[in-house]
C-alpha cells in the first residue's frame, strides 16, 4: 500500500528561528555542506595537504600555511583571470589543463622569453589571462 521507494524524509535540526530564516532558506544552507567538503577533498588529495610532513607543530604549520595560500592563489586565478569554463573546474582540471604545458624560459639579450608548446586556443587564453592579470586594478 505504502511505497517507500517514491519518498524520502529526512530531518534538519537546527538553532535558526523561523522568524529569521524561512524553510526554504534553511534547506539551501544545509545543502551546501557538500560544497565545503569539496574544498576539504582538494585541500588534502591536490594541494597535499592529506598529510603533515614532520613531528613539529611550527613546521607542519607552516606547511599547512603554505598549502592553504597557493590554493587560494589558484582560486583567485580562475576567478579573476581566466573564462567561466574554468571558474568551476577543480583544482586537479585546472593545474593539467593550463599549468602542466611543457615549456622553456630563455634568457636571450637580457630579455626572457618563454615559448610553450601548447595548441593556439590553449595559447591565447593563458595570454588574455596574462594581460588581464598584469592590467588588473588589483595590482596597482
Known amino acids: 500500500m ?8 529526512w530531518a534538519i535540526i537546527t538553532n535558526l528561528t523561523s522568524e529569521t530564516d524561512n524553510t526554504n532558506q534553511v534547506i539551501l544552507t544545509h545543502q551546501m555542506r557538500g560544497q565545503m567538503e569539496k574544498s576539504i577533498g582538494e585541500l588534502k588529495h591536490h594541494c597535499g595537504l592529506d598529510h603533515l610532513p ?3 607543530f611550527s613546521a607542519n604549520a607552516m606547511y599547512f600555511t603554505i598549502g592553504i595560500l597557493a590554493a587560494n592563489i589558484l582560486h583567485l586565478l580562475k576567478q579573476d583571470t581566466f573564462f567561466d569554463d574554468y571558474v568551476k ?3 586537479k582540471t585546472f593545474r593539467y589543463k593550463l599549468i602542466h604545458l611543457p ?3 630563455i634568457k636571450h639579450g637580457r ?3 618563454i615559448k610553450i608548446v601548447s595548441s593556439l586556443d590553449k595559447f591565447q587564453l593563458i595570454e ?3 594581460l588581464r592579470y598584469t592590467l ?3 595590482l596597482c
Do not use: K, N, T
Open 2 to 9: 505504502f511505497d517507500s521507494s517514491e519518498y524520502r524524509y
Open 54 to 56: 614532520c613531528g613539529q
Open 89 to 91: 573546474s577543480s583544482i
Open 103 to 105: 615549456a622553456r624560459v
Open 111 to 113: 630579455v626572457l622569453f
Open 128 to 130: 588574455s589571462a596574462y
Open 136 to 138: 588588473s586594478p588589483m
